[in-house]
Nanobody, 130 residues
Framework: QVQLVESGGGLVRAGASLRLSCAAF????????MGWFRQAPGQEREFVAA????????YYADSEKGRFTISRDNAKNTMYLQMNSLKPEDTAVYYC???????????????????????WGQGTQVTVSS
């Protein structure tokens, strides 16, 4: 069974840091673009960050750039999201996703940003209090 499992969420104060992990099981994801999304109650899912198989061209949504860092360790089949200077508006369920590379890495990165994915995790809750 192919599965993505998120962990690392929790309840923190504004300004604190968290590191989310997304562990992949069932296959290697070295040929996949991977990324993070989040969804607040009553809101639509929104893109947070994405990263290629090599980790050489990470991409961030404007609201997260400068505060969040996406990375991946292919040897461990795990992706991470380091979140610093957390704000109450960061409160959401965070999901990891993976999309198999096709055509070009740039094309796949764009598709993932649009919400296209082959696999989704079940999510981990991040709550930031003021």
């Amino acid at each position: 069974q192919v599965q993505l499992v998120e962990s690392g969420g929790g309840l923190v104060r504004a300004g604190a840091s968290l590191r989310l992990s997304c562990a992949a099981f069932g296959r290697t994801f070295n040929d996949y673009v991977m990324g993070w999304f989040r969804q607040a109650p009553g809101q639509e899912r929104e893109f947070v960050a994405a990263i290629s198989w090599s980790g050489g061209n990470p991409y961030y949504a404007d609201s997260e750039k400068g505060r969040f860092t996406i990375s991946r360790d292919n040897a461990k089949n795990t992706m991470y999201l380091q979140m610093n200077s957390l704000k109450p508006e960061d409160t959401a369920v965070y999901y990891c996703a993976a999309l198999r590379s096709e055509i070009t890495t740039a094309h796949t990165m764009a598709a993932l940003q649009d919400g296209e994915a082959d696999y989704w995790g079940q999510g981990t809750q991040v709550t930031v209090s003021s």
